[in-house]
Each structure stands twice: as C-alpha cells, then as structure tokens.
C-alpha cells in the first residue's frame, strides 16, 4: 500500500465513522453533506431508497440506529472511486423495540472537490451456517 492509499484509507474509514455518528445523532444536516445527491441506500432486506427516501426515514424515526460494530473491513481503490466492504453487527430501534441485525456491506465513495461524499450503500444479510 502507498502512503497516498493509505492517507485515502484513512480518510474513508474517518468519513464512514463519521457517518455512523450522524445517523445515531440523526444528524439530517451532517448526513445531507455526506450522502451524493444520486445516493443509492440498498437494504438487507432489499428495499431501496434513494437520498431523499433515506434521509425522510431517518427523520421520521421509522427506525434509530442505536450501535453498529464493523468488523473485517476492507478498503480498496480503484480511480476516483474508493470501496469499503466488511461485515456489520447493527442495532437498531424499531417502534421501541431492539432489532439486532448482522450484514454483510459495501460502500461507494468518491473524491469531489468538497471531500468524500458516499454514493452508495448495499447490505445482504449473513446467514448462520
């Protein structure tokens, strides 16, 4: 890994933890600035929004992201796109009940003259063996 990949890793985990921060803040303004305008939110259980329809639900409280433990990520670049993949231990309010949720996930960030701004996030939910 270069020390310019590296500073690009470093950069997206800090950009993806902030995130995690302002959906448990339900931080509407910090995640507006994040989220590209043609974001794309693909869910585990294959619903998909798009920025609009994420950032609407997240306001409405339909569900409240309380913890997410991230494990076995991976940053990979390829151009002006950078990939955050791993695996996600998601808790979650849902109508005032706790919902555990344990994904699979990849992110699609890119670079843009106003610093790193998610494109896309897609969830598959890990079967038990």
């Given amino acids: 890994m270069t020390m310019k990949n590296s500073a690009v890793e470093s950069q997206v985990m ?29 869910h585990a259980n294959g619903e998909i929004d798009d920025k609009a329809a994420f950032l609407a639900s997240i306001e409405a409280t339909r569900y409240r992201f309380v913890a997410a433990r991230r494990s076995e990520q991976r940053v990979r670049i390829s151009g002006p796109v950078i990939l955050l993949s791993g695996k996600t231990r998601t808790t979650l309010d849902v109508g005032g009940q706790t919902k555990l949720m344990d994904n699979a996930f990849v992110t699609v960030w890119t670079q843009t003259e106003n610093g790193l701004r998610l494109l896309h996030w897609q969830a598959t939910k890990v079967l038990e063996a």
């Fill in 14 to 42: 800090a950009a993806d933890e902030a995130r995690y921060q302002a959906l448990y803040r339900r931080d509407l303004d910090a995640l507006e600035r994040m989220l590209a305008d043609d974001y794309v939110h693909i």
